[in-house]
């Protein structure tokens, strides 16, 4: 008889059959002798819908009432639902975030959840009805709608399960688990039984798009265990959890990749202090969320700058560059929008000399040329151009060990699932 | 400088454009020196969908779900309003029913609002911001979401310009304000300049769409002064307010009719007390909202009983009828869904005789057969065929020196502004 925080993103709530789908599975839990408590995302495309309304009356919408509007997506799904579990016999109410007690500092759009006061959740449970929370959203101090950002929907599941003190928290989607890569691009990868936080949040980080990074920190904070399984079977997961420190780490995890970003050089800088720091500065004041940085080594008191930063952030990167480049002396700058990041993470790397040596001498095997390399104590990435990213990929998934004996298409997929993961994404 | 509270309705935000035509118009009473609070309904057709995803999922939703359901809808026009604003250079900022202090009882659907506690509305007129707030909705003590029922943001903005404090309730719609009848059915119907608060409801209660009778009966109590007006000039339109004492009263305000209706004969029932009495408790206690009653002289201990519902109740009236109709003695029960109810209304009949008599002589002359009577002390309303209900309301506009000297269509309307009324109903 467990306590456990369901949490159903937009595809699973896309249609009334889907919402069908999911009360169906909540019932069958609470017969099974289990207490759920479900959260949801809005159904399917509302949110960009609701965002195309908003644009079309203002290119720069206050974040306060961007954040009241986005927030019906989740209040419209989460009555739905309710409904649904009513009309099958069973109990069931919906919780705004408001009422879920999720609540949230003032910086709307990218809310920080402050607190969880989540008895009314803990009451329901207690009457025998299966509460529906929003996701996404809590209030801040005036009782202002606030949302927790992208993927903010698994950030809720996660406090709700902290709050009310749940065995676990299950994060269905149309993916049945964290592979040790994506299986689009590596047949062999491996669904992983378990996980811990801290590669966990080094493969979200990554790339890796099953989990929202936040949502794994805040699980690591406060102990909750994830289980990242399939919103259209029974079968098992991922856990994500604390490492086990009786059991024996792989030395790696999985190999993340990442074609979001985008790859910008400053040509022919003044190699003094205060350069970077200047560029930086300015590309932080400007919303720019920088990832990797380079600096060359100067020749003749000049040097290249490169980093990467998400290509949504492209626009205001070259502005920043545009406007700083007499002012650090450079000469020009450049612009790769076709590259990619590829990480191996793991835990185990910390402990096993070679891996830098091992990861290198597979990409050179197979020619594949490196551009930028990025290192942290339980990750190194490289960037690659966007062509070759996928063969670094798979040489690094089998230079580490990672392939399984049968190929992952053959064995796991039918045909269909297979069809439904290559046009959603992971 | 007035403080103005502005209601716009579905119609009026049903697309960005509109919106923006409302933004703009909220402007300008601003620069004008005025202070507008608006109220806001869902945008067009939002909500007859929001209900077609909640019966996709439930024949019988729970009232709870459905209320915070359908308050989604206004959430997001009041939002998009805000931004509208926001976008044109003027401070704005959108409130919830909760937001705007709307408290209510617990009858989901049908709420009543028993507080209004505006503060966070008169903090933001005073600060120079535009409040924009979502009609038709208020919490409880439970702080869940309630609806007002059937025209429910006229409500919400007499109850913000009581709680403000305002000096008048604009009510914006796609009808110019108030007339002696429905123009498209009496082409010399006149528009009023005002209406005092007793015919007003008369005239609403009695089939003129306009305004709504709750909003006008909460309006009479808290001595708020309604100006109803179109959403497309700026023509003054109708106030509803106090009745004038100084001022000379026609007899007669209006003809009103309502042709959604039906009338349910019950035929050789027992003529003994009680009877009545067990048809009309059985009708109440299945919900049907019995409008008129009328029984028939007795003969040899038997009579007929008649009463009028509105159309979406008969499939309750019917079954409440054939479950007593044994018990009450009763031989059988006829049904006739072709009939319009014609009301004459105003104060001034009170003190004036002979109405009764000029009405039905009006009708005799025309041909037109009567076939239910009722009265209230400033009402005189008739029952007739449907085919007949149109000609009523024009020789009784007639009879009563109703008739304006030119034909309205021709005077007031551009064919587009009729077109528009054509289609969309008064």
Redo the contacts between chains.
Sequence with gaps: MALIVAKFGGTSVAS?ER??MVALRLIRMKQAGDHPVAVVSAMGKTTDE?VG??K???????A???D??LS?GE??S???L???I??MGHRA??F?G??AGIFTDTEHSKAKITLVHAGRITGAVADGIIPVIAGFQGVDKD??VTTLGRGGSDTTAVAVAYGIGADVCEIYSDVDGVYSADPRVAPRARKLDVVNYDDMLELSSSGAGVLQSRAVEFARKYGVVIHSRSAFSDAPGTLVKEADPEMEQAVITGIAHDTSEVKVTIRDAQDRPGIAARVFSALANNNVNVDMIIQNISEDGRTDISFTCPAADLGRASGTIEGILEKVGAREYSVDENIAKVSVVGTGMKSTPGVTGRAFSALADNNVNILLISTSPIRLSVVVSADQGELAVRCLHTAFGLDSESIFEEKMLSAEELAAKKSKGR
């Design positions: 009334p919402i069908k609701l309304l908003a079309a009356l203002s290119n720069n919408p206050p306060r009432e961007m009241r509007l019906t209040q419209v989460m009555t739905l309710a409904m649904a009513e009309a109410m919906s705004t408001r009422q009782e202002d």
